[in-house]
């Protein structure tokens, strides 16, 4: 069920309004500005919102053309004077649609924005294409958004060669997930405060509520405390007290904790507030992705 839906939001109803735009003339001028709102509403939301390295980059790539395509041969079809214009209630229901998932898309595009106080640290991974799963100052992009300590929280996954993140739609072998394993390095210079080696790594899913960051590091820099968590258990390579410098390696990506999948969480807080954080000065959004 979770995978339909996620199909259904990300590939099918976009495809739908962008088959609908294409077929549409000019005229009735009503028709074809709803139905303009609703393929671009709908295009922009799985463009930006919907969870890219399940279906893979180059298919949200292809998306966002096939918009332009359908936009494009609307524009060319000739009138059509004897053509009957549709009910008003088909058209109130297409407005409806696309204000509903235009609204999640301009969230989306406003979790750009970069709150004041951002510092600045490493990229915590090395040698690959990166995605951002979680990330942003809008809760269109970022659920953490509403965690006083995690609201400012990042998900990372890595791409394979066909840009997605596993082999398959959602595996059960967290070894099928490209980020699995990799290593991990401090984003900066600091002292480490907590560093737990204790939880198993699950398949898929693992709902340990009780421990959500599961195998974890937390290194206090100059300005705040920057929590790298879901780590594999017996790759966690610092102590309680260690000093260490931008790039030390630290673990390795597991599946513990409360995780839906093998990703590396970070986020970073003072005094129990989220601090915002930028990567080698870049600000990370939801479907962000990162080259090393």
């Not at 332009?68 to 109130?92: F, G, H, I, K, N």
């Not at 401090?186 to 898929?204: I, K, N």
């Not at 258990?233 to 597991?254: D, E, F, M, Q």
């Not at 513990?256 to 959004?285: M, Y």
């Amino acid at each position: 069920m979770v995978v339909w839906n996620i199909f259904f939001a990300t590939i099918l109803l976009p495809l739908i309004a962008i088959a609908l735009l294409w077929r549409r003339r000019r005229t009735p001028v009503a028709a074809w500005l709803a139905t303009l709102l609703l393929a671009l509403c709908v295009a922009g939301f799985s463009v930006l919102v919907a969870p890219w390295g399940w279906f893979g980059i180059p298919l949200r790539i292809g998306l966002a053309l096939a918009f332009v395509a359908a936009l494009a041969m609307s524009l060319r079809r000739p009138d059509d004077p004897e053509a009957t214009p549709p009910s008003p209630v088909r058209l109130l229901v297409m407005v409806l649609i696309g204000f509903f998932f235009g609204r999640v898309a301009i969230g989306a595009i406003q979790a750009h924005s970069v709150p004041p106080g951002a510092i600045e640290a490493g990229f915590p991974l090395t040698r690959g294409a990166y995605l951002v799963l979680q990330g942003g100052s809008h809760p269109a992009a970022n659920y953490y958004v509403h965690d006083a300590k995690q609201r400012y929280a990042v998900d990372l996954a890595k791409l394979n060669g066909a840009g997605m993140r596993a082999r398959g739609l959602y595996p059960d072998d967290a070894k099928a997930y490209a980020i699995f394993d990799e290593a991990v390095v401090s984003p900066c210079d600091g002292t480490v405060v907590s560093a737990v080696d204790a939880f198993p790594d699950a398949a898929r899913i693992s709902l340990d509520t009780k421990n959500p960051a599961g195998n974890h590091v937390v290194i206090r820099c100059a300005e705040a405390d920057l929590t790298l968590a879901q780590l594999r258990r017996g790759s966690v390579a610092v102590r309680l007290g260690a000093t260490v410098k931008r790039g030390t390696p630290i673990g390795r990506v597991g599946n513990s904790g409360n995780s839906t999948e093998p990703h590396l969480h970070i986020h970073a807080d003072r005094n129990g507030a989220g601090v915002p954080l930028r990567f080698d000065g870049r600000w990370l959004v939801r479907n962000s992705i990162v080259r090393k």
